[in-house]
């Protein structure tokens, strides 16, 4: 091959390769959850950011009893868990309280968050669908 073509040849491979580079740098390589594709509860530490919001579903291990805040708004909160982790459900009754029970399966939207060293969820509890 002669240097003329060898020269053509690098410019156009370097050329698709930065063109290569910007499309994937455009393009996230993270799952994302959704109402029909909600994470795990071991999901949630792997693949979520704190403050990013998220549907997970879990088990619940253990219902709490419910929180009132210094400013008098009220809360429910319970543990959901998979077969490895565990994760705090801490909501607001604002737009209504939830019926849940330990053993019942759920799907939750709210957002990932860690609160006095302890993570969770935090939403509203009328978010809260009981399968």
């Given at each position: 091959m002669n240097?003329r073509r060898?020269?053509v ?5 370097i ?12 393009t996230s390589?993270?799952i ?6 909600p994470f795990?509860v ?16 879990g088990?619940v291990t ?10 008098g ?7 959901i ?10 909501c607001?009754i604002k737009?209504?309280k939830?019926?849940v029970?330990?053993g019942?399966e759920i799907?939750?939207d ?7 060293n302890?993570?969770e ?8 669908k009981?399968?």
């Open positions: 240097p060898q020269w040849a690098v410019v156009t491979l050329l698709i390769l930065n063109l290569l580079a910007v499309y994937l740098s455009n390589g993270s994302v959850s959704s109402e029909s594709r795990t071991s999901e949630v530490f792997d693949n979520v950011l704190l403050d990013e919001d998220v549907f997970v579903k088990k253990e219902v709490l009893e419910d929180h009132t805040s210094k400013k708004f009220v809360y429910q909160q319970f543990i868990s998979d077969v490895s982790e565990s994760l705090k459900v801490f607001s737009y209504g939830t019926d029970s330990e019942d799907i939750f709210g957002e990932f968050k860690k609160y006095y302890q993570y969820i935090y939403g509203f509890c009328s978010e809260i009981i399968l």
